[in-house]
């Protein structure tokens, strides 16, 4: 485990909303100021994954995310005083109602737009947050396909904790039949996967689609493999994990995907 603690879902909402889903190196670079990107994170200014503090933090796509955590950000002028200095002017736009529309020509100039009204539907507010989070989560499983077989994957499973507890009483839980309906599948499914990492001592013990991950039980030792799983039985317990590992997988990538286009503007 490492240092790394759960953002509050309130400040990860705040943080949101103060952005309107707008990423704030396109935003701020003019790049995309829209919301079409395929989705967002939530990064730490600082890079210090255990500083939580509102301030710290801002709101990036996938691609600007990577850039920025990368070494090469500092050539690519994506340090901190600039996220700091962009973020503060979209929060601005943001609170006056006056976000920008314009995109980059390839000559590079900028062709300005008139300025877009913040969606009025709160669903649809409240859809994007809940967005933010489920993509961090759905990017991080799917990346790792079938490799989840044999990974405990601490950080995913806590993360799901953290942010997908008492789900029916979540501020993120939209209030349209349409919307709702997606969401408690898309929980369902995570929730089906969390609850597929327990521990177990044996083979014998683990439900069909489950094999205790790396072989080792919560003390660390290795588990017993009986002779009845030896010669080709245990492999195929691993087909049958995989496959049911990549048709969760499946269904949550076309979740998010249905929820991301009911969020576009």
């Keep these: 485990m490492t240092g790394r603690k759960s953002i509050p879902q309130k400040v990860q909402s705040n943080v949101i909303t103060s952005s309107a889903s707008r990423c704030v190196i396109c935003y701020g670079t003019r790049e995309n100021t829209g919301v079409t990107y395929p989705g967002f994170q939530i990064a730490?200014?600082?890079?210090?994954?255990?500083?939580?503090?509102?301030?710290?933090?801002?709101?990036?796509?996938f691609h600007h995310h990577n850039l920025y955590d990368s070494t090469f950000s500092q050539g690519k002028n994506y340090n901190k005083e600039a996220i700091i200095a962009w973020r503060q002017?979209?929060?601005?736009d943001v609170a006056n109602n006056r976000l920008v529309s314009s995109f980059k020509q390839s000559s590079g100039n900028f062709i300005p737009m008139q300025s877009v009204s913040l969606p009025t539907d709160e669903n649809i507010i409240t859809l994007r947050n809940y967005l933010a989070i489920a993509g961090e989560i759905a990017e991080a499983l799917c990346s790792d396909g079938t490799l989840l077989t044999f990974s405990?994957?601490?950080?995913?499973i806590d993360f799901i904790e953290s942010n997908f507890s008492s789900w029916i009483t979540s501020p993120l839980r939209c209030r349209r039949r349409d919307i709702v309906s997606l969401q408690d599948e898309f929980n369902s499914i995570l929730w089906e996967i969390y609850n597929s990492y327990e521990f177990y001592g044996s083979l014998d013990e683990a439900p069909p689609h489950i094999i205790p991950m790396g072989y080792y039980n919560h003390n660390g030792y290795s588990i017993i493999i009986g002779e009845q799983d030896r010669c080709g039985v245990l492999f195929e317990k691993m087909d049958i994990r995989d496959n049911w590992i990549?048709?969760?997988?499946?269904?949550?990538?076309?979740?998010?995907?249905?929820?991301?286009?009911?969020?576009?503007?």
């Design 44 to 61: 730490h200014i600082d890079k210090n994954n255990a500083n939580n503090s509102e301030d710290n933090l801002a709101l990036l796509c």
């Design 152 to 156: 405990i994957a601490d950080r995913k």
């Design 89 to 92: 002017a979209l929060y601005d």
């Design 246 to 265: 990549l048709s969760k997988l499946e269904r949550l990538r076309d979740l998010y995907l249905l929820m991301d286009n009911m969020a576009m503007d």
